[in-house]
């Protein structure tokens, strides 16, 4: 199995930023696709960028110029730097992986969701 840990969500006045980082850990051959979502209150659950594993990047219109998605540090993190937030920003926001296993399993799973809230 795989586990998803995101870290970095908080209150934040609006024009600031805030760092989400997101490990994945357990049975991983490789990560073929990693990334963030967003679920605002009573909205339907949302890509905010993704990066696939030759390094393609995808992000939301909403966050183009104020987001980017990168590799960490650490092995198979990623994080999301997030720049110039705006109160529309506010949300919980989940990490999202397609692990592939080894030996021809694969996973694709959530974290819990980390709350970020920008205040106007």
């Known amino acids: 199995q795989v586990q998803l840990v995101e870290s970095g969500g908080g209150l934040v006045q609006a024009g600031g930023s805030l760092r989400l980082s997101c490990a994945a850990s357990?049975?991983?051959?490789?990560?073929?696709?990693m990334g963030w979502y967003r679920q605002a209150p009573g909205k339907q659950r949302e890509l905010v960028a993704a990066?696939?594993?030759?390094?393609?990047?995808n992000y939301a219109d909403s966050v183009k110029g104020r987001f980017t998605i990168a590799r960490g540090n650490a092995k198979n993190t990623v994080y999301l730097q997030m720049n110039s937030l705006k109160p529309e920003d506010t949300a919980v926001y989940h990490c999202?992986?397609?692990?592939?296993?080894?030996?021809?399993?694969?996973?694709?799973?959530w974290g819990q969701g980390t709350q970020v809230t920008v205040s106007s």
């Open positions: 999202n992986a397609e692990v592939d296993m080894g030996y021809g399993a694969s996973w694709h799973g």
């Open positions: 357990g049975t991983i051959f490789s990560i073929n696709t």
């Open positions: 990066l696939a594993r030759g390094g393609r990047t």
